[in-house]
């Protein structure tokens, strides 16, 4: 059939719901009653006796278990097969033992025994290397030699297929195959023939050798289900099915081609087959075989008839990847329906059978995995855990988990629980048998190409366990239960990891869970039981290995191991554990019981506990206290069930240690008692006043606030500290403490006690707290009656005891009047108050005299108004109390509603507690006054007189330049404003008065001179006398600044206020600004000043060299460094044998050796060197430039001009007629190449036309007729032939030349156009050649005087001095 022809198959959206996804697990199934057979359900996860007795009973922990973390890949880029000798890339590797995440999920082996018999074979029966294995109830092996051994689950070879001379015949085995009851194994060879064997007695019972074309290698031979049918697939790409037939006795094979390798190759064929004894599920009548090609995979039927139900492409993998085949059993929609598993490259693709009938079998795909490496090997272990071996011979155990949070929809995401290296196996390929070298390789390039990763014949499954086939070994890999995962972790002793493992597996949240049956209970059931076994152990060998430590150490020791098991059994919920067997461990030893108080204490603060018995609390209270944990032991009590302790020790406990929110809760919790804690600290703060003190002693007063915030959370209805009241007991707890606060005498009054004790000794303690207290209890409360009355009648009796007992400050009282103020100012104000008192009220927040609490009255009389008190009073005699009492925000307040703005802004400046505008933002209050009040600015300045660091901000800001370049803004009185800042500026920051003058303009330059000399500021006064053009007043002062900063410099050797490195800065800078100075002015002096100004400049350096002795050689090198700057600066002023005859005088240096002045001299010769060759060189190459440029205007003047025609431009005739000599009319031609008849071009240029018969004279100067046009002289018309326009009439020649005039637009610049081309012109402009070379031959004339400096002239007019001077060297265009 075609490999194009595609099945309908429904999409997984008709099929499956995202839920029932959920359902594909591998839990473990009930086994039926013996009567009736077993069903697949019981045997998916079944794990045979014979298997663990046989494989797995020998397995041993091999170095290949490895922990997911090692994600380095081996290179492995050639994988040998077995027939290529040996691999290029067995290098031994050791992997690390660390324990992964999710423990060991596969178990490794090797089987010894079948592994040395194979070596024995190929070694001393010569039967070859191994090529292929198959296992199901046993072992068996195929060879190089064609040869099959047969091994038993206890690896005892049972029998040897074949021999030597048919191996010869047949080739190598390159497949193999059994089938479902393991009496039959199909073995199919290198040379194309098929063999069926007897596995009960090791005959042969069929030789197929025409199942498909000769010459081709088998690579897979599978039995199905059906015992009499299988599949073949060969190296040229065809699948074939093999039908057994026996009729009279005689054993025949019918073969059928259902897969032709010319419409695509197939390289991997994998039927559906039951697992061994069971009953078959919905799919096994059709016989479902998968097949995959190069390009797609198909699902076809078997039976009744052959049928496609699914094709799917790969996509665009690589290659060389290789397609692979799975199929598992799953459990979904309430039956067990196939689940295949492909991929070809790095994405595995799913598809799920709907198998509601064997004659509507369709597939919906499922979600894909994509993985970052490319397989060569793909196997099930349970129905969501996939083996895979990647292209680095790398096993990683994956887990299919569907995406949660974060995955994209129709992706799978993936979890690595184990990764193994199997390099070491050496992997048995089948790439020979892919290539069929044994048949002389007629297979495609891509089959061969596919085929150098191929090792489908050395790797298989059986039940939970993934066989390898390596070229000297057998290796098993098993799949660990969740116990033995857990086991292995604690015989490495990772306690730790053990029991995170165990609660994944508690969970349900643990992956490759194996052996945990049962339902949801019964599983954590047994973790649980398992958890607890494992803490005790790791309870008790914690707790004996550090038996023999002492007390502290001990507990140190222990802590994490109780952390641990106090944590689990309390997840757990087994306490009893915790305080039985656990408790019991750790009796003997002081130090792990302490460790276990301190974890259950932990607990107990975290919240996880709160209930522990009598011993246990009693032992943890003890500790606690003994270590003066006080706070921790306030903070267990407050998260601890009371009602189990003692109540009385702890009261006793807590009362002792100030413990008093603990108080609170322990009557409040413990007894329903929220009376007897307020009334015993009531007793306690009226016991602690002492007369003549105000405040109780400081360590009641934690005790009197937490009564505060206690008796307000219970007038609001709310526990404390923590908590609510019952719903059933706030009413009568708000009953209770308002009673207790109001009545009249306490319990043990006596005879002097004064009315309302308890409200008089709150209001004694803090008298505004207490109010904002009873203030937190009056919001919402307008539907509370209760409540109301408890309002009104509080504040009664705060009347009596304030105002009409006596006996408070007027602090105090005020806060009282302050407190009635704001409840009266409420909207929702029930309360009464007389209203002679509500006045006095009045008077007395606005008493002028007394300045106390000032702001606290204004914004009381303020809320007082806003609420509507203005009604009760008239506003002008409310404006003058305010005014009286400076309440500057009431007066406004009245103000705005009478819209006196102007009277608004008066207050604001009236009031001191308001900040000034300077001082709130200076540039913006700079700002303020010149664009509003420009006028009054001196008198603004005469206002902030009184603060001068203030007028010194507003003056920085107002004086801040606007921008780069852009100076200052322009201010009335500017003169003014800037001595005034320059006065402040040089008393408090000298160091920036000389970037202010640099930036302003606006100051007098004498007054500015006196300023900065008054002050001392000696850069600043030298800046201004050159600014007013006293060079040498200038000079004489910075002189005298450097003067100064050299003796810091030398002084400050040893110094630790003044370090030589920022004193050497200093000196550089000031120097800097002095040679700046002299170079500046020299240009515009004498010889003889100048040298008045750079002689003294030299002689100040050399003096300080003068005078420092041997000591100071560090000092005398850097003044000689700076000695060296100043020459070579003054060498460009002054005549160079001046300079040195200064030089050799000074005893500095004359007393010297020649080494010691050898860098000067040489300096200042390399300068005068480099002048010279640079003066020398700009002069060849202008002489050069204007050469060649004479040359060529003289070339082009000499050379001839060419016509670009034969004939005049104007009148159109030949310049060289037949009838007509050529010298009778003279000819001109312009450089354009336009020529003329030299009576026709005088003609047009008088007349406008051309007269034939007109003769010059003589030849004025005349341009072009064509170029330059009469009329307009700027717009040059086209290059047109006149004889054309003399075939016009007059008429049409005017009317075409108006139609050009029309056309031309005249096209004009605007300014910035007129700028650029200005600037343009005067950076192109300069003087010209002559003239510079006028001038260099003037110089070299006068180089003879010797009072000449290095530039060779002393004329300031000298071009050669202009600054914009540049030298155009331009080299000349290459000549053809």
């Given at each position: 059939?075609?490999?194009?022809?595609?099945?309908?198959?429904?999409?997984?959206?008709?099929m499956?719901?995202?839920?029932?996804?959920?359902?594909?697990?591998?839990?473990?199934?009930?086994?039926?009653?013996?009567?009736t057979?077993?069903?697949?359900?019981?045997?998916?996860?079944?794990?045979?006796?014979?298997?663990?007795?046989?494989?797995?009973?020998?397995?041993?922990?091999?170095?290949?278990?490895?922990?997911?973390?090692?994600?380095?890949?081996?290179?492995?880029?050639?994988?040998?097969?077995t027939d290529?000798?040996?691999?290029?890339?067995?290098?031994?590797?050791?992997?690390?033992?660390?324990?992964?995440?999710?423990?060991?999920?596969?178990?490794?082996?090797?089987?010894?025994?079948?592994?040395?018999?194979?070596?024995?074979?190929?070694?001393?029966?010569?039967?070859?290397?191994?090529?292929?294995?198959?296992?199901?109830?046993?072992?068996?092996?195929?060879?190089?030699?064609?040869?099959?051994?047969?091994?038993?689950?206890?690896?005892?070879?049972?029998?040897s297929?074949?021999?030597?001379?048919?191996?010869?015949?047949?080739?190598?085995?390159?497949a193999?195959?059994?089938?479902?009851?393991?009496?039959?194994?199909?073995?199919?060879?290198?040379?194309?023939?098929?063999?069926?064997?007897?596995?009960?007695?090791?005959?042969?019972?069929?030789?197929?050798i025409?199942?498909?074309?000769p010459?081709?290698?088998?690579?897979?031979?599978?039995?199905?289900?059906d015992?009499?049918?299988?599949?073949?697939?060969?190296?040229?790409?065809?699948?074939?099915?093999?039908?057994?037939?026996?009729?009279?006795?005689?054993?025949?094979?019918e073969?059928?081609?259902?897969?032709?390798?010319?419409?695509?190759?197939?390289?991997?064929?994998?039927?559906?087959?039951?697992?061994?004894?069971?009953?078959?599920?919905?799919?096994?009548?059709?016989?479902?075989l998968?097949?995959?090609s190069?390009?797609?995979?198909?699902?076809?039927?078997?039976?009744?008839?052959?049928?496609?139900?699914?094709?799917?492409s790969?996509?665009?993998?690589?290659?060389?990847?290789?397609?692979?085949?799975?199929?598992?059993?799953?459990?979904?929609?309430?039956?067990?329906?196939?689940?295949?598993?492909?991929?070809?490259?790095?994405?595995v693709?799913?598809?799920?059978?709907?198998?509601?009938?064997?004659?509507?079998?369709?597939?919906?795909?499922?979600r894909?995995?994509?993985?970052?490496?490319?397989?060569?090997g793909?196997?099930?272990?349970?129905?969501?855990?996939?083996?895979v071996?990647?292209?680095?011979?790398?096993?990683?155990?994956?887990?299919?988990?569907?995406?949660?949070?974060?995955g994209?929809?129709?992706?799978?995401?993936?979890?690595?629980?184990q990764?193994?290296?199997?390099e070491?196996?050496?992997?048995?390929?089948?790439?020979?048998?892919?290539?069929?070298?044994?048949?002389?390789?007629?297979?495609?390039?891509?089959?061969?190409?596919?085929?150098?990763?191929?090792?489908?014949?050395?790797?298989?499954?059986?039940s939970i366990?993934?066989?390898?086939?390596?070229?000297?070994a057998?290796?098993?890999?098993?799949?660990?239960?969740?116990k033995?995962?857990?086991?292995?972790?604690?015989?490495?002793?990772?306690?730790?990891?053990?029991?995170?493992?165990?609660?994944?597996?508690?969970q349900?949240?643990?992956?490759?869970?194996?052996?945990?049956?049962g339902?949801?209970?019964?599983?954590?059931?047994?973790?649980?039981?398992c958890?607890?076994?494992?803490?005790?152990?790791?309870?008790?060998?914690t707790?004996?290995?550090?038996?023999?430590l002492k007390?502290?150490?001990?507990?140190?020791a222990?802590?994490?191991?109780?952390t641990?098991?106090?944590?689990?059994?309390?997840?757990?919920?087994?306490?009893?554990?915790l305080?039985?067997?656990v408790?019991?461990?750790v009796?003997g030893?002081?130090?792990?019981?302490?460790?276990?108080?301190?974890?259950?204490?932990?607990a107990?603060?975290?919240g996880?506990?709160?209930?522990?018995?009598?011993?246990?609390?009693?032992?943890?209270?003890?500790?606690?206290?003994?270590?003066?944990?006080l706070?921790?032991?306030?903070a267990?009590?407050?998260?601890?069930?009371?009602?189990?302790?003692?109540?009385?020790?702890?009261?006793?406990?807590?009362?002792?240690?100030?413990?008093y929110?603990?108080?609170?809760?322990?009557?409040?919790?413990?007894?329903?008692?929220?009376?007897?804690?307020?009334?015993?600290i009531?007793?306690?703060?009226?016991?602690?006043?002492?007369?003549?003190?105000q405040?109780?002693?400081?360590?009641?007063?934690?005790?009197?606030?937490?009564l505060?915030?206690?008796?307000?959370?219970?007038?609001?209805?709310?526990a404390y500290?923590v908590?609510?009241?019952p719903a059933?007991l706030?009413?009568?707890?708000?009953?209770?403490?308002?009673?207790?606060?109001?009545?009249?005498?306490?319990?043990?009054?006596?005879?002097?006690?004064?009315?309302y004790?308890?409200?008089?000794?709150?209001?004694r303690f803090?008298?505004?707290?207490?109010?904002?207290?009873l203030?937190?209890?009056?919001?919402?409360?307008?539907d509370?009656?209760?409540?109301?009355?408890?309002?009104?009648?509080?504040?009664?009796?705060?009347?009596?005891v304030?105002v009409?007992?006596?006996?408070?400050s007027?602090?105090?009282?005020?806060?009282?009047?302050?407190?009635?103020?704001?409840?009266?100012a409420?909207?929702d104000?029930?309360?009464?108050?007389?209203?002679?008192?509500?006045?006095?009220?009045?008077?007395?927040?606005?008493?002028?005299?007394?300045n106390s609490?000032?702001a606290?009255r204004?914004?009381?009389?303020?809320?007082?108004?806003?609420?509507?008190?203005?009604?009760?009073?008239?506003e002008?005699?409310?404006?003058?109390?305010?005014?009286?009492?400076?309440?500057?925000h009431?007066?406004?307040?009245?103000?705005e509603?009478?819209?006196?703005?102007?009277?608004i802004?008066?207050?604001?400046?009236?009031?001191?507690?308001r900040?000034?505008?300077?001082?709130?933002?200076?540039?913006?209050?700079?700002?303020?006054?010149?664009?509003?009040?420009?006028?009054?600015?001196?008198?603004?300045?005469d206002?902030?007189?009184s603060?001068?660091?203030?007028l010194?901000?507003?003056?920085?800001?107002?004086?801040?330049?606007?921008?780069?370049?852009?100076?200052?803004?322009n201010?009335?009185?500017?003169?003014?404003?800037?001595?005034?800042?320059?006065e402040?500026?040089?008393?408090?920051?000298?160091?920036?008065?000389?970037?202010f003058?640099?930036?302003?303009?606006?100051y007098?330059?004498?007054?500015?001179?006196?300023?900065?000399e008054?002050?001392?500021?000696?850069?600043?006064?030298?800046?201004?006398?050159?600014?007013?053009?006293?060079a040498?007043g200038a000079?004489?002062?910075i002189?005298?600044?450097?003067?100064?900063?050299?003796?810091t410099?030398?002084?400050a050797?040893?110094?630790?206020?003044?370090?030589?490195g920022?004193?050497?800065?200093?000196?550089?800078?000031?120097?800097?600004?002095?040679?700046?100075?002299?170079?500046?002015?020299?240009?515009?002096?004498e010889?003889?000043?100048?040298?008045?100004?750079?002689?003294?400049?030299?002689?100040?350096?050399?003096?300080?060299?003068?005078?420092?002795?041997p000591?100071?050689?560090?000092?005398?090198?850097?003044?000689?460094?700076?000695?060296?700057?100043?020459?070579?600066s003054m060498?460009?002023?002054?005549?160079i044998?001046?300079?040195?005859?200064?030089?050799?005088?000074?005893?500095?240096y004359?007393?010297?050796?020649?080494?010691?002045?050898?860098?000067?001299?040489?300096?200042?010769?390399?300068?005068f060197?480099?002048?010279?060759?640079?003066?020398?060189?700009?002069?060849?190459?202008?002489?050069?430039?204007l050469?060649?440029?004479?040359?060529?205007l003289?070339?082009?003047?000499?050379r001839?001009?060419?016509?670009?025609?034969?004939?005049?431009?104007?009148?159109?005739?030949?310049?060289?007629?037949?009838?007509?000599?050529?010298?009778?009319?003279?000819l001109?031609?312009?450089g354009?190449?336009?020529?003329?008849?030299?009576?026709?071009?005088?003609?047009a240029?008088?007349?406008g036309?051309?007269?034939?018969?007109?003769?010059?004279?003589?030849?004025?100067?005349?341009?072009?007729?064509?170029?330059?046009?009469?009329?307009?002289?700027?717009?040059?018309?086209?290059?047109?032939?006149?004889?054309?326009?003399?075939?016009?009439?007059?008429?049409t020649k005017?009317?075409?030349?108006?139609?050009?005039?029309?056309k031309v637009?005249?096209?004009?610049?605007?300014?910035?156009?007129?700028?650029a081309?200005e600037?343009?012109?005067?950076?192109?402009?300069?003087?010209?050649?002559?003239a510079?070379?006028?001038e260099?031959?003037?110089?070299?004339?006068?180089?003879?005087?010797?009072?000449?400096g290095?530039?060779?002239?002393s004329?300031?007019?000298?071009?050669?001095?202009?600054k914009?001077?540049?030298?155009?060297?331009?080299?000349?265009?290459?000549?053809?």
């Amino acid at each position: 059939m075609s490999s194009e022809e595609s099945s309908p198959h429904r999409s997984i959206d008709n099929m499956l719901v995202g839920d029932e996804i959920e359902e594909l697990d591998d839990k473990e199934f009930e086994l039926p009653p013996v009567e009736t057979p077993p069903t697949l359900e019981s045997i998916l996860n079944e794990v045979d006796e014979e298997e663990e007795e046989g494989f797995g009973g020998h397995a041993e922990f091999g170095p290949f278990l490895g922990d997911g973390s090692d994600s380095a890949s081996l290179d492995t880029a050639s994988l040998a097969s077995t027939d290529s000798g040996e691999r290029s890339h067995s290098r031994s590797r050791r992997v690390e033992k660390s324990s992964p995440p999710h423990g060991v999920v596969l178990r490794h082996a090797v089987l010894k025994g079948i592994s040395a018999q194979l070596v024995s074979a190929a070694e001393k029966a010569d039967a070859g290397n191994p090529t292929a294995m198959t296992v199901s109830e046993v072992i068996a092996v195929g060879t190089a030699h064609g040869l099959v051994l047969v091994f038993d689950p206890q690896q005892i070879l049972k029998m040897s297929l074949g021999s030597l001379s048919t191996g010869a015949q047949y080739g190598s085995v390159s497949a193999l195959s059994i089938n479902n009851n393991c009496s039959r194994l199909l073995v199919g060879h290198a040379h194309g023939q098929i063999t069926m064997w007897d596995l009960l007695n090791g005959k042969l019972l069929r030789l197929i050798i025409d199942a498909h074309p000769p010459g081709n290698a088998i690579l897979h031979i599978k039995f199905t289900d059906d015992p009499t049918i299988a599949v073949c697939n060969d190296s040229g790409g065809s699948v074939f099915e093999l039908n057994f037939r026996r009729v009279l006795g005689v054993r025949t094979c019918e073969s059928r081609c259902i897969f032709s390798g010319a419409k695509g190759e197939a390289c991997c064929i994998e039927p559906v087959r039951s697992p061994p004894h069971s009953s078959g599920h919905a799919t096994s009548p059709c016989l479902l075989l998968a097949l995959a090609s190069l390009t797609k995979v198909l699902v076809v039927t078997l039976k009744p008839a052959l049928r496609v139900l699914l094709s799917v492409s790969y996509g665009k993998p690589s290659p060389a990847s290789v397609p692979l085949l799975a199929w598992q059993m799953v459990c979904a929609r309430g039956r067990v329906e196939p689940l295949l598993a492909f991929c070809r490259g790095h994405i595995v693709h799913f598809f799920l059978a709907d198998c509601s009938s064997p004659d509507e079998i369709s597939f919906g795909k499922l979600r894909e995995l994509s993985l970052p490496y490319d397989l060569i090997g793909l196997q099930w272990v349970t129905s969501r855990v996939l083996a895979v071996l990647d292209c680095h011979e790398r096993l990683h155990v994956i887990e299919r988990v569907l995406s949660r949070d974060g995955g994209t929809e129709g992706v799978m995401c993936m979890e690595d629980l184990q990764m193994l290296d199997l390099e070491r196996v050496a992997l048995v390929y089948n790439s020979s048998h892919f290539k069929s070298l044994a048949t002389g390789g007629n297979v495609s390039q891509a089959l061969a190409l596919v085929g150098e990763r191929a090792c489908y014949q050395s790797i298989c499954n059986y039940s939970i366990q993934i066989f390898f086939l390596g070229l000297k070994a057998v290796h098993i890999l098993s799949l660990t239960t969740w116990k033995e995962r857990i086991d292995l972790l604690v015989h490495r002793e990772h306690w730790q990891c053990a029991l995170e493992l165990a609660w994944t597996f508690y969970q349900g949240t643990a992956r490759a869970v194996y052996g945990l049956s049962g339902n949801s209970e019964k599983r954590k059931a047994m973790v649980t039981d398992c958890m607890i076994e494992l803490l005790l152990q790791y309870v008790a060998d914690t707790v004996k290995k550090n038996e023999h430590l002492k007390a502290q150490p001990a507990e140190k020791a222990c802590q994490d191991v109780m952390t641990m098991a106090v944590d689990y059994l309390i997840l757990l919920g087994r306490q009893d554990v915790l305080f039985g067997t656990v408790w019991e461990l750790v009796s003997g030893n002081s130090g792990a019981r302490a460790s276990l108080l301190s974890a259950l204490g932990t607990a107990v603060l975290a919240g996880r506990m709160r209930t522990l018995p009598p011993p246990a609390a009693r032992e943890l209270l003890s500790m606690l206290r003994q270590r003066g944990m006080l706070a921790n032991l306030e903070a267990c009590l407050l998260r601890m069930d009371v009602t189990a302790l003692d109540m009385q020790q702890v009261l006793d406990i807590c009362w002792t240690h100030g413990l008093y929110d603990a108080i609170f809760y322990v009557n409040n919790t413990g007894m329903n008692d929220y009376i007897s804690p307020m009334l015993d600290i009531l007793k306690m703060l009226q016991n602690s006043f002492v007369p003549g003190q105000q405040q109780p002693p400081d360590d009641k007063v934690l005790a009197g606030n937490k009564l505060l915030v206690y008796i307000s959370c219970c007038l609001v209805g709310r526990a404390y500290p923590v908590g609510d009241i019952p719903a059933n007991l706030v009413a009568t707890v708000k009953k209770q403490v308002f009673e207790c606060l109001v009545s009249l005498h306490s319990d043990d009054t006596t005879a002097d006690e004064d009315m309302y004790p308890h409200v008089r000794t709150l209001l004694r303690f803090d008298t505004r707290e207490f109010l904002n207290v009873l203030a937190l209890t009056f919001v919402d409360v307008t539907d509370d009656r209760q409540a109301l009355e408890f309002q009104q009648r509080i504040v009664d009796v705060l009347l009596k005891v304030m105002v009409e007992g006596g006996g408070f400050s007027p602090s105090q009282v005020g806060s009282l009047f302050t407190f009635l103020a704001r409840q009266l100012a409420r909207p929702d104000n029930t309360l009464f108050v007389n209203r002679q008192l509500f006045e006095q009220v009045l008077e007395f927040l606005c008493t002028p005299g007394d300045n106390s609490r000032h702001a606290e009255r204004q914004q009381a009389l303020l809320e007082l108004l806003q609420a509507g008190g203005t009604s009760h009073f008239e506003e002008e005699y409310l404006l003058g109390l305010a005014e009286k009492a400076q309440f500057y925000h009431v007066c406004e307040f009245i103000l705005e509603r009478k819209e006196q703005y102007g009277s608004i802004v008066l207050c604001y400046l009236r009031d001191h507690a308001r900040q000034n505008l300077a001082e709130i933002n200076a540039r913006k209050t700079s700002d303020l006054v010149v664009d509003h009040f420009g006028a009054e600015i001196l008198q603004v300045l005469d206002s902030l007189q009184s603060s001068p660091q203030l007028l010194l901000h507003f003056l920085e800001s107002l004086l801040e330049p606007l921008g780069s370049g852009q100076g200052v803004r322009n201010i009335g009185e500017g003169p003014v404003v800037a001595k005034t800042y320059l006065e402040l500026l040089s008393n408090e920051r000298p160091t920036a008065v000389l970037p202010f003058l640099k930036s302003c303009d606006m100051y007098y330059l004498e007054e500015a001179i006196q300023i900065v000399e008054c002050c001392s500021v000696l850069d600043a006064v030298s800046y201004l006398l050159e600014k007013k053009g006293d060079a040498k007043g200038a000079f004489t002062v910075i002189l005298k600044v450097l003067k100064r900063d050299l003796k810091t410099y030398v002084n400050a050797q040893g110094s630790v206020e003044d370090s030589p490195g920022q004193s050497l800065i200093n000196v550089e800078s000031t120097l800097k600004d002095v040679v700046g100075l002299c170079q500046r002015n020299s240009g515009k002096l004498e010889e003889r000043e100048r040298e008045g100004m750079w002689f003294p400049l030299l002689e100040v350096m050399l003096a300080q060299q003068r005078k420092l002795g041997p000591e100071y050689s560090a000092q005398v090198e850097e003044l000689k460094r700076l000695t060296r700057e100043v020459i070579n600066s003054m060498a460009g002023f002054i005549a160079i044998p001046s300079i040195l005859l200064r030089l050799l005088q000074d005893p500095a240096y004359s007393t010297s050796k020649f080494g010691e002045v050898k860098d000067l001299m040489l300096t200042m010769l390399e300068t005068f060197n480099y002048e010279k060759t640079l003066l020398s060189t700009t002069t060849d190459l202008i002489r050069h430039d204007l050469h060649w440029a004479l040359s060529q205007l003289r070339g082009t003047a000499a050379r001839g001009l060419h016509p670009r025609g034969e004939a005049c431009c104007l009148c159109g005739q030949a310049f060289r007629h037949r009838h007509r000599p050529t010298g009778d009319r003279k000819l001109i031609v312009f450089g354009c190449g336009h020529g003329y008849h030299a009576d026709c071009l005088a003609g047009a240029m008088r007349a406008g036309s051309c007269t034939p018969g007109a003769h010059l004279t003589s030849i004025p100067s005349m341009n072009c007729y064509l170029c330059h046009a009469s009329q307009a002289g700027s717009q040059r018309k086209s290059d047109t032939h006149l004889s054309q326009h003399s075939k016009l009439d007059v008429g049409t020649k005017d009317k075409r030349q108006e139609k050009q005039r029309k056309k031309v637009v005249e096209v004009t610049m605007d300014q910035q156009q007129v700028q650029a081309l200005e600037a343009l012109h005067n950076v192109s402009s300069g003087p010209s050649r002559i003239a510079v070379l006028a001038e260099l031959a003037r110089s070299r004339e006068q180089d003879s005087t010797p009072a000449r400096g290095a530039h060779g002239t002393s004329d300031p007019n000298s071009v050669l001095f202009n600054k914009s001077f540049q030298l155009r060297l331009v080299p000349p265009p290459l000549r053809d």
